[in-house]
Nanobody, 123 residues
Framework: QVQLVESGGGLVQAGDSLRLSCAAS????????VAWFRQAPGTEREFVAA???????TYSDSVKGRFTISRDNAKNTVNLQMNSLKPEDTAVYYC?????????????????WGQGTQVTVSS
């Protein structure tokens, strides 16, 4: 079993940066694909970024070039560096891990989920 805890959310202004972290406990998740999803009020949960155990990654078009996903397998953490934030990035951000090593962009493929961290970007 893997427990995921997100941190690093907050209230920032447009153009600012935030760094989200996802810490895993219970067992190592160094071989699991890990992703970030987000959900704004009244909308579906959407894919943001994902990373494989090897470091291979992918991003949604809406964040490509602004967000960077990385992982530190020694520390059992995955981070999301978010730069040039926009008001439309406002959402609850969730960390999720698969029970497999290959990343996907579908939330239904991810088995372990954190509780989420709120990111609010003011204009």
């Amino acid at each position: 079993q893997v427990q995921l805890v997100e941190s690093g959310g907050g209230l920032v202004q447009a153009g600012d940066s935030l760094r989200l972290s996802c810490a895993a406990s219970g067992r190592t998740f160094s071989t699991n694909a890990v992703a970030w999803f987000r959900q704004a009020p009244g909308t579906e949960r959407e894919f943001v970024a994902a990373i494989e155990w090897s470091g291979g990654n992918t991003y949604s078009d809406s964040v490509k070039g602004r967000f960077t996903i990385s992982r530190d397998n020694a520390k059992n953490t995955v981070n999301l560096q978010m730069n040039s934030l926009k008001p439309e990035d406002t959402a609850v951000y969730y960390c999720a891990a698969r029970r497999a090593s290959i990343l996907t962009v579908w939330s239904s493929d991810y088995y372990y989920w954190g509780q989420g961290t709120q990111v609010t970007v003011s204009s």
